[in-house]
């Protein structure tokens, strides 16, 4: 059986590398690729891929984002982060998102080959490195948890923008974003937190002690 893979990242070169790894391995096909997290979506729905390897950061919408919507839209497909960024923050955002593994860019090419064969079999993955990170947040001492702990952390920073009384516009101003970026955020948001529009986004909000901007 023949593994199909997108591979998601803004780098032309990283697209390259990665479809030259899986050309010189039986049993992997490269059948796409996207340069940004809205082209991984929709590669995610048209290609229906066994495991689309996503980067974090890139144009638009995130690899982070683009992973949580793909799991709304194509939730068969497996995601795999292959990227840079090792801190907490991403690590924990990409796995609340729904992504099976995470890899980072340094490690060796067989390694990256098997994260991609573990992840399209159903089982979670993480580069050594990550996993230690991982196992010390489990077996450390319970945090409060934040609110909304199904939103990544860029959406309850626009939610809390939002609650604290700013348009679309303005936050997109505060944190340098385009505003159709924001927009696509506040639509995981509302999704997320299944509510019909802003001011019932703003109640929720409120209530949780957000909107102190």
């Known amino acids: 059986m023949t593994l199909r893979i997108v591979v998601a990242d803004d780098h032309g070169i990283v697209r390259e590398g990665l479809g030259a790894l899986l050309s010189a391995h039986d049993g992997y096909e490269l059948i796409g690729t996207a340069a940004n997290g809205e082209e991984a979506v929709r590669a995610a729905v048209m290609l229906h891929p066994d495991v689309l390897v996503m980067d974090i950061q890139m144009p638009g919408l995130s690899g982070i984002d683009a992973t949580s919507e793909i799991g709304r839209v194509a939730p068969d497909v497996a995601v795999l982060m292959l990227t840079m960024f090792d801190d907490d923050e991403s690590v924990f955002a990409a796995m609340r998102a729904g992504a099976q593994g995470y890899v980072l860019k340094g490690a060796a090419p067989d390694n990256v080959i098997r994260a991609i064969a573990a992840v399209a079999a159903g089982e979670a993955i993480f580069g050594p490195g990550v996993a230690r990170r991982a196992l010390a947040y489990l077996s450390g001492p319970r945090v409060d948890q934040p609110a909304f702990p199904e939103l990544t952390p860029r959406e309850r920073e626009v939610l809390n923008l939002?609650?604290?009384?700013?348009?679309?516009?303005?936050?997109?101003?505060?944190?340098?974003?385009?505003?159709?970026?924001?927009?696509?955020?506040?639509?995981?948001?509302f999704a997320k937190l299944q509510v019909a529009g802003r001011s019932e986004a703003i109640i929720r909000a409120r209530s949780a002690g957000l909107g102190d901007h």
């Open 162 to 189: 939002i609650a604290g009384g700013l348009g679309n516009s303005a936050i997109a101003a505060r944190l340098g974003l385009a505003v159709a970026t924001v927009g696509n955020h506040i639509t995981s948001i």
